[in-house]
Protein backbone atom coordinates (compact mmCIF):
# COMPACT_ATOMS: atom_id res chain seq x y z
CA UNK A 1 0.00 0.00 0.00
CA UNK A 2 0.91 3.65 -0.70
CA UNK A 3 0.28 6.73 0.30
CA UNK A 4 -0.23 9.87 -1.98
CA UNK A 5 -1.62 13.58 -1.23
CA UNK A 6 -4.29 13.68 -4.06
CA UNK A 7 -8.10 13.68 -4.77
CA UNK A 8 -10.54 11.78 -2.37
CA UNK A 9 -13.55 9.94 -3.85
CA UNK A 10 -15.95 8.28 -1.58
CA UNK A 11 -14.79 4.76 0.18
CA UNK A 12 -11.56 6.18 -0.09
CA UNK A 13 -8.93 4.92 3.19
CA UNK A 14 -7.01 8.20 4.15
CA UNK A 15 -4.62 9.11 6.68
CA UNK A 16 -2.93 12.38 7.91
CA UNK A 17 0.00 12.62 9.97
CA UNK A 18 -0.80 13.99 14.08
CA UNK A 19 2.57 14.62 15.89
CA UNK A 20 4.15 11.13 15.60
CA UNK A 21 1.75 9.10 14.78
CA UNK A 22 -0.72 8.69 11.73
CA UNK A 23 -4.40 8.86 12.04
CA UNK A 24 -6.72 7.18 9.61
CA UNK A 25 -10.50 7.41 8.23
CA UNK A 26 -12.71 6.59 5.31
CA UNK A 27 -13.57 9.57 3.52
CA UNK A 28 -17.40 10.15 1.91
CA UNK A 29 -17.54 13.59 1.62
CA UNK A 30 -16.28 16.46 2.35
CA UNK A 31 -18.32 17.28 5.07
CA UNK A 32 -18.31 13.23 6.24
CA UNK A 33 -14.92 11.48 6.92
CA UNK A 34 -15.43 8.40 9.43
CA UNK A 35 -12.76 7.37 12.17
CA UNK A 36 -12.39 6.04 15.15
CA UNK A 37 -11.53 8.89 17.52
CA UNK A 38 -9.58 11.91 16.73
CA UNK A 39 -6.27 12.70 19.07
CA UNK A 40 -6.33 16.24 17.93
CA UNK A 41 -10.43 16.69 18.76
CA UNK A 42 -10.04 14.40 22.01
CA UNK A 43 -7.02 15.46 23.49
CA UNK A 44 -6.88 13.04 26.71
CA UNK A 45 -7.74 9.91 24.22
CA UNK A 46 -4.59 8.12 25.32
CA UNK A 47 -6.14 8.10 29.35
CA UNK A 48 -9.42 7.14 29.07
CA UNK A 49 -10.01 4.61 26.18
CA UNK A 50 -13.90 3.94 26.66
CA UNK A 51 -14.74 7.41 26.16
CA UNK A 52 -13.40 7.35 22.46
CA UNK A 53 -16.28 6.41 20.08
CA UNK A 54 -16.03 5.83 16.57
CA UNK A 55 -17.44 9.68 15.04
CA UNK A 56 -17.65 11.58 12.08
CA UNK A 57 -16.26 14.87 10.77
CA UNK A 58 -15.80 16.76 8.68
CA UNK A 59 -12.48 17.17 6.30
CA UNK A 60 -10.91 19.94 7.82
CA UNK A 61 -11.74 18.81 11.48
CA UNK A 62 -9.79 15.40 10.27
CA UNK A 63 -6.46 16.99 8.84
CA UNK A 64 -6.54 19.58 11.46
CA UNK A 65 -4.48 21.83 9.38
CA UNK A 66 -1.93 19.04 8.27
CA UNK A 67 -2.18 17.37 4.51
CA UNK A 68 -4.27 14.24 3.82
CA UNK A 69 -2.94 11.55 2.03
CA UNK A 70 -5.01 8.71 0.54
CA UNK A 71 -4.19 4.74 -0.05
CA UNK A 72 -3.50 3.88 -2.98
CA UNK A 73 -3.67 0.31 -3.29
CA UNK A 74 -1.55 -2.65 -5.35
CA UNK A 75 -3.08 -5.48 -6.92
CA UNK A 76 -3.31 -7.93 -4.04
CA UNK A 77 -5.38 -4.93 -1.85
CA UNK A 78 -7.30 -4.07 -5.39
CA UNK A 79 -8.64 -7.82 -5.05
CA UNK A 80 -9.45 -8.05 -1.36
CA UNK A 81 -10.97 -4.42 -1.23
CA UNK A 82 -14.25 -3.29 -0.14
CA UNK A 83 -16.75 -1.94 -3.18
CA UNK A 84 -16.73 1.82 -2.41
CA UNK A 85 -20.55 1.96 -1.55
CA UNK A 86 -20.21 -1.13 0.98
CA UNK A 87 -17.26 0.70 2.81
CA UNK A 88 -19.62 3.86 3.05
CA UNK A 89 -22.12 1.70 4.55
CA UNK A 90 -20.10 0.00 6.62
CA UNK A 91 -18.41 2.77 8.30
CA UNK A 92 -21.81 4.61 9.00
CA UNK A 93 -23.19 0.92 10.64
CA UNK A 94 -20.39 1.53 13.26
CA UNK A 95 -21.12 5.36 13.99
CA UNK A 96 -21.15 5.75 17.89
CA UNK A 97 -18.98 2.22 18.20
CA UNK A 98 -16.58 2.01 21.15
CA UNK A 99 -14.51 -0.51 22.53
CA UNK A 100 -11.09 1.36 21.12
CA UNK A 101 -7.75 -0.51 22.13
CA UNK A 102 -4.66 1.77 21.51
CA UNK A 103 -2.67 -1.44 20.12
CA UNK A 104 -5.45 -3.80 19.22
CA UNK A 105 -8.62 -1.88 18.09
CA UNK A 106 -7.19 1.72 17.15
CA UNK A 107 -8.40 3.82 14.27
CA UNK A 108 -6.06 2.50 11.62
CA UNK A 109 -7.54 -1.33 12.54
CA UNK A 110 -11.22 0.45 11.66
CA UNK A 111 -10.60 2.12 8.65
CA UNK A 112 -8.57 -0.83 6.94
CA UNK A 113 -11.49 -3.16 8.05
CA UNK A 114 -14.07 -0.80 6.17
CA UNK A 115 -11.56 -0.58 2.97
CA UNK A 116 -10.15 -3.88 3.05
CA UNK A 117 -12.06 -6.29 5.40
CA UNK A 118 -9.34 -6.89 7.66
CA UNK A 119 -8.46 -5.35 10.59
CA UNK A 120 -4.22 -4.50 10.42
CA UNK A 121 -2.20 -1.92 12.08
CA UNK A 122 0.87 -1.23 9.87
CA UNK A 123 2.18 1.10 12.75
CA UNK A 124 1.99 -1.53 15.47
CA UNK A 125 3.35 -4.31 13.44
CA UNK A 126 6.38 -2.08 11.89
CA UNK A 127 7.25 -1.29 15.13
CA UNK A 128 6.49 -4.95 16.59
CA UNK A 129 8.75 -6.19 13.63
CA UNK A 130 11.69 -3.62 14.22
CA UNK A 131 11.84 -4.35 18.13
CA UNK A 132 11.92 -8.27 16.70
CA UNK A 133 14.51 -8.00 14.75
CA UNK A 134 16.88 -5.86 16.55
CA UNK A 135 20.16 -7.63 17.03
CA UNK A 136 20.66 -9.18 20.69
CA UNK A 137 23.50 -10.94 21.98
CA UNK A 138 22.88 -11.52 25.45
CA UNK A 139 25.68 -13.54 27.43
CA UNK A 140 25.11 -14.88 31.03
CA UNK A 141 27.46 -16.65 33.75
CA UNK A 142 27.06 -18.67 36.76
CA UNK A 143 29.26 -20.25 38.92
CA UNK A 144 28.31 -23.70 39.32
CA UNK A 145 27.99 -23.74 43.28
CA UNK A 146 25.53 -20.03 42.77
CA UNK A 147 23.87 -21.80 39.53
CA UNK A 148 19.62 -22.09 40.38
CA UNK A 149 18.83 -25.73 39.15
CA UNK A 150 15.80 -26.13 40.32
CA UNK A 151 12.96 -27.37 38.33
CA UNK A 152 12.55 -30.32 35.86
CA UNK A 153 15.32 -31.19 32.74
CA UNK A 154 13.78 -30.45 28.94
CA UNK A 155 13.64 -32.07 27.18
CA UNK A 156 14.11 -35.76 27.70
CA UNK A 157 17.19 -36.42 25.58
CA UNK A 158 19.26 -33.61 27.50
CA UNK A 159 17.81 -35.29 31.14
CA UNK A 160 19.27 -38.55 29.53
CA UNK A 161 22.38 -37.23 28.66
CA UNK A 162 22.92 -35.53 32.42
CA UNK A 163 21.84 -39.08 33.85
CA UNK A 164 24.20 -40.68 31.98
CA UNK A 165 27.03 -38.52 33.12
CA UNK A 166 28.95 -40.43 35.67
CA UNK A 167 31.78 -37.45 36.64
CA UNK A 168 30.17 -35.38 39.31
CA UNK A 169 31.90 -32.22 38.53
CA UNK A 170 30.22 -32.22 34.58
CA UNK A 171 27.32 -33.25 35.57
CA UNK A 172 26.84 -30.51 37.79
CA UNK A 173 28.24 -28.46 34.99
CA UNK A 174 25.88 -30.20 32.17
CA UNK A 175 22.60 -29.31 34.65
CA UNK A 176 23.96 -25.71 35.05
CA UNK A 177 24.53 -24.75 31.78
CA UNK A 178 21.74 -26.15 31.25
CA UNK A 179 19.23 -24.16 33.86
CA UNK A 180 21.28 -21.22 32.89
CA UNK A 181 20.18 -21.74 29.33
CA UNK A 182 16.45 -22.19 30.34
CA UNK A 183 16.69 -19.06 31.87
CA UNK A 184 18.73 -16.89 29.21
CA UNK A 185 16.06 -18.12 26.38
CA UNK A 186 13.07 -17.10 28.81
CA UNK A 187 14.87 -13.49 30.12
CA UNK A 188 16.61 -12.92 26.30
CA UNK A 189 14.06 -13.56 23.99
CA UNK A 190 10.41 -14.67 26.19
CA UNK A 191 11.19 -18.56 24.72
CA UNK A 192 10.20 -21.65 26.99
CA UNK A 193 12.40 -24.44 26.65
CA UNK A 194 9.35 -26.83 25.65
CA UNK A 195 8.21 -24.30 22.80
CA UNK A 196 11.38 -24.04 20.93
CA UNK A 197 11.69 -27.54 19.31
CA UNK A 198 14.95 -27.92 20.87
CA UNK A 199 17.00 -31.00 19.56
CA UNK A 200 20.61 -32.56 19.39
CA UNK A 201 22.49 -33.05 16.29
CA UNK A 202 24.23 -35.96 14.93
CA UNK A 203 27.70 -33.95 15.98
CA UNK A 204 26.36 -33.42 19.17
CA UNK A 205 25.17 -29.65 19.45
CA UNK A 206 22.25 -28.47 20.45
CA UNK A 207 19.98 -26.51 18.51
CA UNK A 208 16.75 -24.73 18.13
CA UNK A 209 14.29 -22.83 14.88
CA UNK A 210 13.89 -20.19 17.28
CA UNK A 211 16.52 -19.07 18.58
CA UNK A 212 20.52 -19.05 18.58
CA UNK A 213 22.51 -20.19 21.39
CA UNK A 214 25.60 -21.38 22.32
CA UNK A 215 26.82 -23.41 26.27
CA UNK A 216 30.45 -23.46 27.64
CA UNK A 217 31.93 -24.52 30.95
CA UNK A 218 35.03 -24.76 32.60
CA UNK A 219 35.76 -26.11 36.07
CA UNK A 220 33.29 -23.95 38.48
CA UNK A 221 31.76 -21.69 35.49
CA UNK A 222 28.71 -22.01 33.09
CA UNK A 223 28.74 -19.58 29.91
CA UNK A 224 25.59 -19.20 27.80
CA UNK A 225 25.05 -17.29 24.57
CA UNK A 226 22.03 -16.20 23.04
CA UNK A 227 21.14 -14.14 20.11
CA UNK A 228 18.55 -13.41 16.86
CA UNK A 229 22.15 -15.22 14.59
CA UNK A 230 24.55 -17.83 14.76
CA UNK A 231 26.45 -17.24 18.17
CA UNK A 232 29.51 -18.91 19.92
CA UNK A 233 31.25 -18.43 22.96
CA UNK A 234 33.69 -20.45 24.87
CA UNK A 235 35.27 -19.55 28.69
CA UNK A 236 38.58 -21.30 30.03
CA UNK A 237 39.76 -21.64 33.13
CA UNK A 238 42.88 -19.30 33.41
CA UNK A 239 44.56 -21.18 35.90
CA UNK A 240 44.88 -23.76 32.95
CA UNK A 241 46.96 -21.93 30.92
CA UNK A 242 48.52 -19.15 33.28
CA UNK A 243 49.92 -22.03 35.58
CA UNK A 244 50.85 -24.83 33.18
CA UNK A 245 54.30 -24.92 32.18
CA UNK A 246 53.71 -27.11 29.28
CA UNK A 247 50.95 -24.55 27.61
CA UNK A 248 53.72 -23.16 25.10
CA UNK A 249 54.06 -26.71 23.51
CA UNK A 250 50.21 -25.99 22.69
CA UNK A 251 51.44 -22.82 20.31
CA UNK A 252 52.20 -24.99 17.39
CA UNK A 253 48.44 -26.76 17.58
CA UNK A 254 46.78 -23.65 18.36
CA UNK A 255 48.24 -21.04 15.43
CA UNK A 256 47.82 -21.41 11.62
CA UNK A 257 51.21 -21.11 9.19
CA UNK A 258 50.04 -18.03 8.45
CA UNK A 259 49.27 -16.48 11.79
CA UNK A 260 51.77 -14.63 14.32
CA UNK A 261 52.57 -17.66 17.08
CA UNK A 262 53.30 -15.64 19.97
CA UNK A 263 53.54 -18.22 22.60
CA UNK A 264 53.18 -16.38 25.56
CA UNK A 265 50.55 -18.14 28.10
CA UNK A 266 48.55 -15.04 27.50
CA UNK A 267 48.15 -15.20 23.57
CA UNK A 268 47.77 -19.22 23.21
CA UNK A 269 44.98 -19.07 26.20
CA UNK A 270 43.56 -15.64 23.70
CA UNK A 271 43.88 -17.40 20.70
CA UNK A 272 42.34 -21.05 21.80
CA UNK A 273 39.45 -19.49 23.29
CA UNK A 274 38.54 -17.27 20.66
CA UNK A 275 38.98 -19.86 18.39
CA UNK A 276 36.77 -22.18 19.94
CA UNK A 277 34.01 -19.42 20.18
CA UNK A 278 34.61 -19.00 16.07
CA UNK A 279 34.37 -22.66 15.70
CA UNK A 280 31.11 -23.20 17.40
CA UNK A 281 29.34 -20.12 15.69
CA UNK A 282 30.61 -21.50 12.17
CA UNK A 283 30.12 -25.31 12.93
CA UNK A 284 31.90 -27.87 11.73
CA UNK A 285 33.38 -31.42 12.08
CA UNK A 286 36.07 -30.82 14.76
CA UNK A 287 37.93 -28.29 16.58
CA UNK A 288 41.24 -28.07 14.98
CA UNK A 289 42.19 -24.65 16.17
CA UNK A 290 45.18 -24.14 13.46
CA UNK A 291 42.24 -24.04 10.81
CA UNK A 292 40.21 -21.48 12.88
CA UNK A 293 41.00 -17.89 11.64
CA UNK A 294 40.90 -15.12 14.53
CA UNK A 295 40.65 -12.17 11.92
CA UNK A 296 36.97 -12.31 12.62
CA UNK A 297 35.81 -8.52 13.34
CA UNK A 298 32.71 -9.84 15.40
CA UNK A 299 34.57 -11.26 18.77
CA UNK A 300 35.12 -9.91 21.92
CA UNK A 301 37.52 -11.66 24.41
CA UNK A 302 38.15 -10.83 28.07
CA UNK A 303 40.00 -12.26 31.05
CA UNK A 304 38.29 -9.86 33.73
CA UNK A 305 35.14 -11.28 34.38
CA UNK A 306 34.41 -13.73 37.46
CA UNK A 307 37.62 -12.42 39.27
CA UNK A 308 40.23 -12.92 36.51
CA UNK A 309 39.35 -16.65 36.97
CA UNK A 310 37.86 -17.59 33.51
CA UNK A 311 39.03 -16.21 30.09
CA UNK A 312 35.72 -15.42 27.86
CA UNK A 313 35.01 -14.99 24.14
CA UNK A 314 31.85 -14.51 21.99
CA UNK A 315 31.33 -14.18 18.52
CA UNK A 316 28.49 -13.33 16.79
CA UNK A 317 27.00 -10.53 14.30
CA UNK A 318 25.47 -8.62 16.95
CA UNK A 319 28.43 -8.45 19.59
CA UNK A 320 28.22 -4.49 19.46
CA UNK A 321 25.28 -4.92 21.19
CA UNK A 322 26.87 -7.54 23.46
CA UNK A 323 25.38 -7.52 27.11
CA UNK A 324 26.25 -9.63 29.73
CA UNK A 325 25.00 -11.02 32.55
CA UNK A 326 26.38 -12.57 36.04
CA UNK A 327 23.47 -15.24 37.83
CA UNK A 328 23.57 -15.91 41.10
CA UNK A 329 21.10 -18.04 42.42
CA UNK A 330 17.64 -16.67 41.28
CA UNK A 331 19.54 -13.13 40.93
CA UNK A 332 20.79 -11.79 37.83
CA UNK A 333 22.92 -8.67 37.91
CA UNK A 334 23.84 -6.91 34.30
CA UNK A 335 26.91 -6.14 34.29
CA UNK A 336 28.98 -3.79 32.12
CA UNK A 337 30.60 -6.27 30.11
CA UNK A 338 31.00 -4.70 26.78
CA UNK A 339 33.82 -2.44 28.73
CA UNK A 340 35.40 -5.90 30.01
CA UNK A 341 35.73 -7.60 26.84
CA UNK A 342 37.39 -5.78 23.61
CA UNK A 343 38.10 -6.96 20.15
CA UNK B 1 10.45 -21.37 34.55
CA UNK B 2 9.09 -17.80 35.78
CA UNK B 3 10.90 -14.79 35.59
CA UNK B 4 10.82 -12.83 39.54
CA UNK B 5 9.71 -9.11 39.87
CA UNK B 6 13.01 -8.14 40.16
CA UNK B 7 14.14 -10.03 37.01
CA UNK B 8 11.01 -8.39 34.95
CA UNK B 9 12.53 -4.70 36.48
CA UNK B 10 16.04 -5.43 35.18
CA UNK B 11 14.57 -6.59 31.85
CA UNK B 12 11.96 -3.42 31.49
CA UNK B 13 15.20 -1.50 32.25
CA UNK B 14 16.85 -3.14 29.24
CA UNK B 15 13.85 -2.51 26.90
CA UNK B 16 14.21 0.77 27.91
CA UNK B 17 17.63 1.33 27.58
CA UNK B 18 17.07 -0.37 24.07
CA UNK B 19 14.36 2.76 23.31
CA UNK B 20 14.88 6.17 22.03
CA UNK B 21 14.65 9.00 23.81
CA UNK B 22 15.51 7.78 27.22
CA UNK B 23 18.27 9.10 29.81
CA UNK B 24 20.56 5.36 29.82
CA UNK B 25 22.00 7.21 33.66
CA UNK B 26 18.48 7.49 34.83
CA UNK B 27 17.43 4.19 33.33
CA UNK B 28 20.10 2.23 34.82
CA UNK B 29 19.24 3.69 38.04
CA UNK B 30 15.43 3.23 37.74
CA UNK B 31 13.62 1.48 40.51
CA UNK B 32 9.77 0.66 41.30
CA UNK B 33 9.23 4.38 42.14
CA UNK B 34 10.84 5.82 39.46
CA UNK B 35 8.07 7.62 37.45
CA UNK B 36 7.62 7.29 33.79
CA UNK B 37 6.93 10.70 32.81
CA UNK B 38 9.05 13.08 35.46
CA UNK B 39 12.01 10.93 35.59
CA UNK B 40 12.33 9.09 32.65
CA UNK B 41 10.91 11.44 30.24
CA UNK B 42 8.77 8.93 28.60
CA UNK B 43 5.57 10.66 26.54
CA UNK B 44 2.56 9.53 25.69
CA UNK B 45 3.86 8.46 22.44
CA UNK B 46 7.17 6.72 23.99
CA UNK B 47 4.87 5.08 26.63
CA UNK B 48 2.81 3.84 23.50
CA UNK B 49 6.13 2.44 21.87
CA UNK B 50 6.73 1.18 25.61
CA UNK B 51 3.93 -0.94 26.00
CA UNK B 52 4.39 -2.38 22.24
CA UNK B 53 7.30 -3.77 23.28
CA UNK B 54 6.54 -4.88 26.72
CA UNK B 55 3.61 -6.81 24.64
CA UNK B 56 6.40 -8.30 22.57
CA UNK B 57 8.82 -8.88 25.16
CA UNK B 58 6.50 -10.70 28.34
CA UNK B 59 3.93 -12.00 26.08
CA UNK B 60 0.96 -10.51 27.68
CA UNK B 61 -1.49 -8.04 26.06
CA UNK B 62 -2.49 -4.57 27.19
CA UNK B 63 -6.03 -4.90 27.38
CA UNK B 64 -7.59 -1.56 27.23
CA UNK B 65 -5.57 0.15 29.40
CA UNK B 66 -4.90 3.97 29.42
CA UNK B 67 -1.59 5.23 29.00
CA UNK B 68 -1.66 7.11 32.07
CA UNK B 69 -2.59 4.18 34.17
CA UNK B 70 1.51 3.97 34.55
CA UNK B 71 2.67 6.54 36.16
CA UNK B 72 5.62 4.78 37.84
CA UNK B 73 7.93 1.83 36.96
CA UNK B 74 5.94 -0.15 39.96
CA UNK B 75 3.11 0.58 38.18
CA UNK B 76 4.06 -1.11 35.11
CA UNK B 77 5.72 -4.19 36.87
CA UNK B 78 2.61 -4.63 38.80
CA UNK B 79 0.34 -4.87 35.54
CA UNK B 80 2.59 -7.25 34.06
CA UNK B 81 3.07 -9.38 37.15
CA UNK B 82 -0.79 -9.50 37.34
CA UNK B 83 -0.93 -10.15 33.80
CA UNK B 84 1.42 -13.27 34.03
CA UNK B 85 -0.36 -14.95 36.75
Known amino acids: ?92 SRMGESGYDLLHNNCEHFATECVLGDRKCEQTERYVEMWNHRQVLDVYLSNVADADTSGPIFPPERLAQIVDTTAPKLKAQRIAVWKTLEYALLRSFNLHMADIGIRRTPSGKWESDRAYFSLSHSGDWVAVAVSESPVGIDIEETIHFLENDGVRRLASKVYGPDEVADDSPEAIMRAWVIKESCFKRDGGESFVPAN ?45 GSELLSQ | MQLSREDCLEKLRDILLDMDGCDPVAVKAAGEGTRLLEDLQINSVGMLYLVIVIEESFDIRFENVGISAFRTVGDVLDYIGDKKK
Open chain 1, 292 to 336: VSMTAKDVRYGTDLADGQIALAVCGRSVANLRIYIRRGDKTVRVE
Open chain 1, 1 to 92: MKWKPKACAAGDMIRVQLGAIWHYGVFVSEDEVIQFGHPVLNRRWLDDPDKIRVISTDIAAFASGNMVEVACFGIAERLKRVPPEKTVALAR
